[in-house]
Protein backbone atom coordinates (compact mmCIF):
# COMPACT_ATOMS: atom_id res chain seq x y z
CA UNK A 1 0.00 0.00 0.00
CA UNK A 2 1.41 3.04 -1.46
CA UNK A 3 1.55 6.27 1.68
CA UNK A 4 -0.67 8.49 2.26
CA UNK A 5 -0.96 11.66 0.21
CA UNK A 6 1.32 14.31 1.65
CA UNK A 7 -0.55 17.90 1.62
CA UNK A 8 -1.01 20.14 5.04
CA UNK A 9 2.48 20.89 6.23
CA UNK A 10 2.51 22.69 10.05
CA UNK A 11 6.39 24.72 9.44
CA UNK A 12 7.42 26.44 12.01
CA UNK A 13 10.28 29.03 11.38
CA UNK A 14 11.35 32.37 13.02
CA UNK A 15 14.06 33.57 10.21
CA UNK A 16 11.16 35.50 7.68
CA UNK A 17 14.09 34.70 4.33
CA UNK A 18 14.03 30.80 5.04
CA UNK A 19 10.19 30.80 5.60
CA UNK A 20 10.07 32.51 2.05
CA UNK A 21 12.46 30.39 0.34
CA UNK A 22 10.43 27.34 1.78
CA UNK A 23 7.12 28.14 1.11
CA UNK A 24 8.02 29.17 -2.02
CA UNK A 25 10.22 25.75 -2.39
CA UNK A 26 7.14 23.61 -0.65
CA UNK A 27 4.02 25.12 -2.42
CA UNK A 28 5.15 26.15 -5.73
CA UNK A 29 7.60 23.70 -6.50
CA UNK A 30 5.82 20.81 -4.28
CA UNK A 31 2.01 21.78 -4.35
CA UNK A 32 2.00 21.71 -0.27
CA UNK A 33 -0.47 23.72 1.85
CA UNK A 34 1.74 25.36 4.13
CA UNK A 35 0.77 26.93 7.53
CA UNK A 36 3.62 29.30 8.78
CA UNK A 37 4.30 30.17 11.91
CA UNK A 38 6.87 32.50 13.13
CA UNK A 39 7.68 30.53 16.96
CA UNK A 40 6.66 27.70 18.16
CA UNK A 41 4.46 29.18 20.52
CA UNK A 42 2.45 30.59 17.57
CA UNK A 43 2.16 27.13 16.35
CA UNK A 44 0.97 25.97 20.06
CA UNK A 45 -1.84 28.72 19.64
CA UNK A 46 -2.69 28.35 15.85
CA UNK A 47 -2.94 24.18 16.17
CA UNK A 48 -6.36 23.84 17.74
CA UNK A 49 -7.55 25.16 13.98
CA UNK A 50 -4.91 22.87 12.25
CA UNK A 51 -4.92 19.08 10.64
CA UNK A 52 -1.49 18.59 9.60
CA UNK A 53 -0.33 15.77 7.77
CA UNK A 54 3.43 16.79 8.67
CA UNK A 55 4.98 19.57 10.77
CA UNK A 56 8.52 21.13 9.61
CA UNK A 57 10.52 22.22 12.52
CA UNK A 58 13.36 24.82 12.47
CA UNK A 59 15.52 23.80 16.09
CA UNK A 60 17.22 27.10 16.94
CA UNK A 61 14.29 29.65 17.76
CA UNK A 62 13.71 31.92 20.33
CA UNK A 63 12.00 31.58 23.58
CA UNK A 64 10.89 27.95 22.46
CA UNK A 65 13.02 26.01 20.53
CA UNK A 66 12.48 23.06 18.08
CA UNK A 67 12.50 20.08 20.68
CA UNK A 68 10.47 22.46 23.31
CA UNK A 69 7.81 23.08 20.89
CA UNK A 70 7.21 19.50 19.49
CA UNK A 71 7.30 18.03 23.42
CA UNK A 72 4.36 20.58 23.82
CA UNK A 73 2.67 19.75 20.09
CA UNK A 74 2.76 16.60 21.55
CA UNK A 75 0.53 16.83 24.22
CA UNK A 76 -2.19 18.20 22.21
CA UNK A 77 -5.01 15.57 21.15
CA UNK A 78 -4.53 14.64 17.30
CA UNK A 79 -1.11 15.86 17.53
CA UNK A 80 0.97 13.07 19.44
CA UNK A 81 1.53 10.76 16.40
CA UNK A 82 1.82 13.63 13.20
CA UNK A 83 5.38 13.30 11.97
CA UNK A 84 8.10 15.66 12.33
CA UNK A 85 11.21 16.69 10.62
CA UNK A 86 13.14 19.03 12.28
CA UNK A 87 15.57 21.61 9.68
CA UNK A 88 18.64 22.88 11.14
CA UNK A 89 22.14 23.67 10.70
CA UNK A 90 23.29 21.62 13.30
CA UNK A 91 23.26 18.41 11.72
CA UNK A 92 26.90 16.15 13.28
CA UNK A 93 25.84 12.98 13.44
CA UNK A 94 25.24 12.86 17.55
CA UNK A 95 22.73 16.03 17.14
CA UNK A 96 20.62 14.17 14.33
CA UNK A 97 20.80 11.09 16.36
CA UNK A 98 19.36 13.37 19.31
CA UNK A 99 16.50 14.79 17.29
CA UNK A 100 15.51 11.21 16.41
CA UNK A 101 15.63 9.94 19.41
CA UNK A 102 13.02 12.85 20.87
CA UNK A 103 10.78 11.91 18.02
CA UNK A 104 11.69 13.41 14.84
CA UNK A 105 11.78 11.30 11.99
CA UNK A 106 14.18 13.18 9.75
CA UNK A 107 16.24 16.07 10.12
CA UNK A 108 17.15 18.60 6.92
CA UNK A 109 20.55 20.32 6.80
CA UNK A 110 20.24 24.05 6.85
CA UNK A 111 21.18 25.27 3.90
CA UNK A 112 19.13 23.35 1.68
CA UNK A 113 18.87 23.09 -2.09
CA UNK A 114 14.89 25.08 -2.83
CA UNK A 115 14.57 23.37 -5.90
CA UNK A 116 15.10 19.65 -4.35
CA UNK A 117 13.25 20.73 -0.98
CA UNK A 118 9.65 19.32 -1.98
CA UNK A 119 11.21 15.57 -3.32
CA UNK A 120 13.33 15.23 -0.30
CA UNK A 121 10.16 15.86 2.21
CA UNK A 122 8.34 13.22 -0.02
CA UNK A 123 11.18 11.07 -0.07
CA UNK A 124 11.18 11.10 3.68
CA UNK A 125 7.42 10.87 4.45
CA UNK A 126 7.45 7.49 1.95
CA UNK A 127 10.39 6.21 3.64
CA UNK A 128 8.94 6.97 7.26
CA UNK A 129 5.27 5.53 5.95
CA UNK A 130 7.34 2.06 4.75
CA UNK A 131 9.48 1.89 7.80
CA UNK A 132 5.43 1.77 9.82
CA UNK A 133 3.99 -0.71 7.33
CA UNK A 134 7.07 -2.87 8.07
CA UNK A 135 7.11 -2.47 12.02
Known sequence: MAAPTLQNIL???DE???QAVTKIA?????GFTLEVCNSGQEALDKCTNLTPDLILLD????EMDGPTTMTELRKISGFESIPVIFMTAKVQSQEIALFKSIGAIEVIAKPFDPMTLSQTVNNIWSQYHDSEKSA
Open 59 to 62: VMMP
Open 26 to 30: LESIG
Open 11 to 13: YVE
Open 16 to 18: PDI
